[in-house]
């Protein structure tokens, strides 16, 4: 029977790295080609997991709260994949899952205080973080850090993912960038601070090339047509979400542009429906699902250790498809 140390030399790889990849390590960084050998490997040697215990069913409770209400979460399938991450988690371990939306001066009720932990997905506002934090001391945060030094959070790393992109520009000879996105309950979008270093130091930003939209298909396009109200595209257009991405390749395909031809267009989360728009759609990657699983294992060793707040960021990666002007998808 093949073991780990067979499919490593196979693959030309150590040990760890077979383990980590065939157990899903979300905090692993390794390139997608030697992934791929990995599991090519696998399955040419026909190794076989060895069959381990089923987990024990865990007698907790934990509340999720969701970014949106179930309608509107389908309009933004980052949050949607997620919030399944989580559920999937919670269901391998036993866990029962109720669900709360909470809204802006909305007391904390019984059922969250009466909970093991909660996982919240995207932003509360400030008033809403400290009535929960007060209700319940076990509380994780996807996706949004309001106070690292008093909770745990899982979030993106999306600075370095986002400097890779405007690298991935200038390389092609683009200078002229244009960022759209959304606002935050807290602070700035870290991947619009990196637009405004990038530009900055490139002695490039001006007060038109930051466009504020709301975080959908409706909001890129907008967005958009009013750029093209304007007169004037730059050369690329990088847009904080897939679907504001998409609302704004409607928008430039109605206007007669085309793309990449004549203007660029990245997206951020490379959400399923990325890879099928025409033209596809170069984004930053980020594998949403395994945040959620990640979310509620951190929560478990929260409630049995009372561990101090840890922040856990995942990495993004570079994805470029035909609206960056790149015929077969590559990942960077």
Known sequence: MATIRDIADKAGVSVATV??????DPL???????????IRATSELGYRPRRVKKRKSLNYRVTIVPHEDEKHEWDDPYFLSIRRGVEEECLAHGIQVS????????P?????????????IGELDEQLVENLSSANSNVIFIDFSPDAERFNSIQVNWKTATLKAFQYLEQMDITDIFYVGGTRKFGIDPREQVFKDFMTKARRLRDSSILRAEWSMTGGYNAVRQLIDRGKLPQALFLASDPMAMGAIRALQEGGFRIPDDILILGCDDIDQAKYCSPSLS????NTSEM?????????QTITEKLPPVEVYFPGY??????TGRNMEGRL
């Not at 383990?19 to 899903?24: A, D, T």
């Not at 984004?283 to 980020?286: A, D, K, L, P, R």
């Open 19 to 24: 383990s980590r990849v065939l157990n899903r």
């Open 28 to 38: 692993l960084n390794v390139a997608e080609d030697t992934r791929e050998r990995i």
């Open 292 to 300: 959620g699983r990640c979310a509620v294992r951190l929560l478990l």
């Open 99 to 106: 669900y709360k939306w909470l809204s802006a001066g909305e």
């Open 283 to 286: 984004t930053i990657s980020v």
């Open 108 to 120: 904390i009720d019984g059922e969250i205080i009466d909970s093991d932990g909660v996982i919240v």
């Open 318 to 323: 570079l994805v470029t498809r035909e609206s």
